[in-house]
């Protein structure tokens, strides 16, 4: 390896130990997203900068196929990049639907939308700067109506024991199976769990069941003259799939959960042993319906935002370790859809590029938890939910040489080939989130204009630079 191709962080911070170390990186992955004139070779002062396991958000729509005016997997892809992800779970609302069904009329001679979404990277001649999974639909065509089929879609999935050798490549294999969008219904419900049971797969809920409502019920909504959606339709499902899970021993993961009937639930049901996982994002962390005031469309999303006081206990859930990881729910629309009228625009908003300043900004620096826990909620607990390994720092610092009084970790192909994955960020760096600067094609934020500290400033997927704006 040539020096000049080789890029030494000297002195930076481990994210867990606080150790200083220095970190050597051999390589550029092909296609990286270089912003500006961001070093990716040389030595750099890093006395600022922090190596954490790369971040995980385990909800994302990137849109593709079928929407790709909204997002394609590539501008999706640069957009986690940019915001310090290295893998992200994207979730079966596709169109057509990630169900395993075959794909009418496909391009490229693909089988269905799992399979295009296997081969994207081939199909294009692209390699992406992230890393992805996928959920699949629990429904047929995430309708509701019949449960989707188990033998289209299984051999998809890592390490079940009945796949040929002959099965597709794993590189993105489902690791999930949720309707995202809605709750299951009732009467499919046990054959879905019975399918994620014998695929050891995660049960991802959405965790609502309504079709009415723009914004969460109560003055707000009265004020904007909407249909308001109660917390009891939240609760409703949380402790409704709690008790599947008592009876089955499936895991079942709540998506994006809001309010503080929900989380007492969840929280007593951990206490119970049953196997609960839940996520929320950072907007109910950092918004509340009040906003929908301030931001309009751009704060309009399902489940909706909830009252101060639910804002107040996802807080409180945080702190008290009920919630394990934090979701953006990235959810891009075009700037038309958004501006039209409010109770008929889409739900959703983006959130790949700032998610960490906003948490950084409402958890760390308001004393709700530390830098510590906010990476394990946003690195290390959800690649656990997608039954992958977070990248062991101190571990590989244990097999690496020492020079003088400090240790240093070199990084290369060769040595650490595939398993790898980090983010260096700034947790010093004063910033303003410019939505026309997104890597994203959606502009669709309310955080447009925040003031942060805190940024992910380079990700290293497979021992390689990926992203960098050093």
Same mark, same amino acid.
């Given at each position: 390896? $040539? ?58 729509? +990137? ?9 394609? !997997? ?47 990277? &081939? ?25 989707? $089929? ?31 969008? #809605? ?9 879905? =769990? ?8 995660? +049960? ?16 707000? #909504? @009265? !004020? ?38 929900? +989380? ?40 909706? =935002? ?18 394990? !990881? ?32 906003? &948490? ?18 946003? #690195?290390? $607990?959800? !690649? ?13 610092? /244990?097999?690496?040489? @020492? ?22 960020? /700034? ?10 600067? +997104?890597?994203?094609?959606?502009? $669709? ?26």
């Amino acid at each position: 390896m $040539n020096e000049a191709d080789t890029l030494t962080l000297r002195n930076i911070s481990v994210w867990d130990t606080g150790e200083r170390i220095d970190l050597i990186v051999d390589g550029v992955r092909q296609d990286a997203l270089i912003e500006g004139n961001a070093r990716i070779s040389g030595d750099i002062d890093a006395s600022d900068l922090v190596v954490a396991p790369g971040f995980a958000d385990p909800h994302v729509h +990137f849109r593709d196929p079928g929407q790709t005016e909204k997002e394609t !997997m590539m501008t999706g892809a640069d957009s986690a990049a940019s915001g310090g992800y290295t893998q992200v779970l994207i979730m079966p609302n596709t169109i057509p639907a990630l169900d395993g069904e075959p794909w009418e009329d496909a391009p490229f001679d693909v089988e269905n939308v799992v399979d295009y979404l296997q081969r994207y990277g &081939c199909i294009y001649g692209v390699k992406l700067p992230v890393r992805y999974d996928l959920s699949v639909c629990a429904s047929l065509g995430r309708e509701g109506l019949k449960p989707s $089929n188990i033998e289209l879609w299984k051999k998809y999935v890592a390490g079940i024991e009945d796949a040929e050798k002959t099965s597709p490549m794993k590189k993105h294999p489902i690791t999930a199976i949720s309707d995202d969008g #809605a709750a299951v219904p009732e009467p499919i419900l046990r054959d879905v =769990l019975a399918m994620a049971k014998k695929t050891g797969l995660p +049960f991802v809920e959405h965790c609502e069941h309504h079709t009415t409502g723009a914004v969460n019920d109560g003055p707000v #909504a @009265k !004020m904007l003259g909407v249909g308001g959606i109660p917390a009891s339709t939240e609760l409703a499902i949380v402790q409704r799939d709690i008790d599947a899970a008592k009876e089955t021993g499936v895991h079942v993961h709540f998506q994006h959960v809001s309010t503080a009937a929900a +989380f007492e639930a969840i929280r007593k049901a951990k206490k119970a042993g049953l196997p609960i996982t839940c996520e929320t994002a950072p907007h109910y962390l950092a918004l509340c319906d009040e906003d929908v005031l301030k931001y309009g469309s751009m704060a309009k999303m399902n489940p909706p =935002l909830r009252s101060k006081a639910d804002r107040q206990a996802t807080l409180a859930a945080i702190a008290d370790g009920t919630i394990d !990881m934090i979701a953006t729910d990235h959810a891009p629309h075009t700037a038309e859809e958004k501006s039209g009228d409010f109770a008929k625009t889409p739900n959703g908003i983006i959130g790949l590029e700032c998610a960490y300043g906003v &948490c950084r900004k409402v958890l760390v620096d308001a004393g709700y938890t530390d830098d510590k826990h906010l990476i394990e909620l946003m #690195a290390v $607990n959800p !690649m656990q939910l997608m039954s992958r390994r977070p990248t062991d720092i101190a571990a590989l610092l /244990n097999v690496s040489s @020492k020079c003088a009084n400090k240790r240093t970790l070199r990084l290369n192909v060769t040595e650490h080939p595939e398993n790898v994955d980090l983010v260096l960020i /700034n947790m010093r760096e004063k910033w303003v989130v410019d939505a026309n600067s +997104f890597h994203s094609k959606a502009r $669709n934020t309310p955080f447009d204009g925040w003031q942060l500290t805190g940024r992910p400033v380079a990700t290293i997927i497979g021992s390689e630079i990926a992203f960098s704006r050093l």
